[in-house]
C-alpha cells in the first residue's frame, strides 16, 4: 500500500496518479501498486510538481514496516538508531529575520543537529562527485543496474571520471537498447561483474560527497544491488541535485535532465549515458554557479 500526499498539485500530475490511485482528500492519494508504478510515479510528483510539497509513505519488509520521502518540504527524515523518524520545524522556535528562518528539531533528532550542520557545511565545496546509473526498468527489486557513471569535482574543476558496465543475466528490454544504446552484446563484451563494479565504484568516490539527479531513484538501486549480492553499501552524503537545481531554476515546463539544459542553454549531445548524464549536470551546475560551488547561496 503507498500513500501520497501533495499541496499545489498540477493537473497533470493529478491526473496520472488517479489512474493508478483513488483520491481521498483534496492531494491526498491512496493505492497498491507494484514497486516499479510507484518509483515512476514519485518521479512523476518530484518533477513537476514544482512549488508544491510532497510526501510518499509505502510499506516494505523493514523494522518499521513501512519507508517514506520528501519532496520540497521542511519536515526531513532522520536516522534515529536505526529507526526513521521526521525532523519538523517547531513552531515555538521559529525565528524569521527578513527571509532566513531558524528551525528547530524534535527530540528524537536532537542528537542528529550537529552531525546535520557538518554535513551542510561540508558540502557548501567545490569537492564533490557526481553519480549516474542506467538501469534496465524502474524497479529496484526487479530491475538491474547496467552502467555506472561517476565524474570527480575537485575545486570545481573536473578531476577524473569512472565508468563501467555491469554484466547481467536476462537479456535487455528493446526499448532501453533504444534509450542507451547498449546492447547486450556490449554488456558481453565489456560488462564486469557487479563485485568489482561496486568496489571501484566505492574506491573513486572514497570519503567525497555525492551528488545524483534524483537521488532517491538511483540510491535506491544501489541499496537493493548492494543487498542482494551482501557489498558495501555507498554511506557517504548525498544530495538531490534535483532538489538543488529546483530551487533555482523556475518557470519551465519540467525538471528533466534535457529540459533545465535547453532552458540554461548549455549543449548536450548523447543523452540516457550514466557519464554523460554526469557531464550534463556539472555543465549546468557551472551555468548557474561559475564556482561549481553547491549548495552556495543562491
Avoid at 10 to 18: M, N, T
Avoid at 198 to 215: P, Q, R, T
Avoid at 216 to 236: T, V
Avoid at 262 to 274: C, G, K, Q, S, Y
Wanted: with cysteine; hydrophobic share 35%.
Amino acid at each position: 500500500m503507498i500513500v501520497i500526499s501533495m499541496t499545489n498539485c498540477p493537473p497533470k500530475v493529478r491526473g496520472d496518479l488517479s489512474k493508478w490511485l483513488m483520491e481521498i482528500n483534496t492531494g491526498v492519494y491512496v493505492g497498491q501498486v507494484n514497486a516499479r508504478v510507484r518509483e515512476a510515479l514519485w518521479k512523476r510528483v518530484c518533477e513537476n510538481i514544482a512549488e508544491g510539497q510532497a510526501t510518499l509513505v509505502y510499506s516494505t519488509n523493514n523494522e518499521q514496516h513501512m519507508e517514506f520521502r520528501v519532496h520540497n518540504t521542511n519536515w526531513k527524515p532522520v536516522d534515529y538508531d536505526g529507526l526513521w523518524l521526521i525532523k519538523h520545524p517547531d513552531v515555538k522556535k521559529t525565528l524569521k529575520q527578513g527571509n532566513d528562518v531558524q528551525t528547530g528539531y524534535s527530540n528524537a533528532a536532537k542528537y542528529q543537529k550537529g552531525k546535520r550542520r557538518r554535513e551542510k557545511n561540508q558540502f557548501c565545496t567545490s569537492d564533490y562527485v557526481i553519480l549516474d546509473l542506467e538501469t534496465t526498468g524502474l524497479q529496484p527489486d526487479k530491475d538491474s543496474i547496467i552502467e555506472i557513471g561517476a565524474l570527480r569535482i575537485i575545486h570545481g574543476k573536473r578531476d577524473g571520471e569512472f565508468q563501467t558496465f555491469i554484466k547481467i543475466d536476462e537479456k535487455l528490454p528493446k526499448e532501453i537498447i533504444e534509450l542507451t544504446g547498449i546492447t547486450d552484446g556490449l554488456l558481453e563484451e565489456k560488462g564486469v561483474e557487479v563485485q568489482k563494479a561496486i568496489s571501484e565504484l566505492l574506491n573513486f568516490v572514497s570519503d567525497m560527497n555525492v551528488v545524483i539527479y534524483n537521488a532517491s531513484f538511483d540510491c535506491a538501486f544501489l541499496e537493493e544491488i548492494c543487498r542482494k549480492n551482501q557489498l558495501a553499501m555507498l554511506e557517504n552524503y548525498v544530495v538531490d541535485g534535483l532538489g538543488y537545481i529546483r530551487k533555482r531554476v523556475k518557470g519551465i515546463a519540467d525538471y528533466k535532465l534535457e529540459t533545465v539544459a535547453r532552458h540554461l542553454e548549455v549543449e548536450f549531445f548523447e543523452r540516457h549515458r550514466a557519464i554523460n548524464d554526469c557531464r550534463l549536470l556539472y555543465e549546468i551546475f557551472l551555468k548557474l554557479n561559475p564556482h561549481a560551488s553547491l549548495l552556495a547561496p543562491p
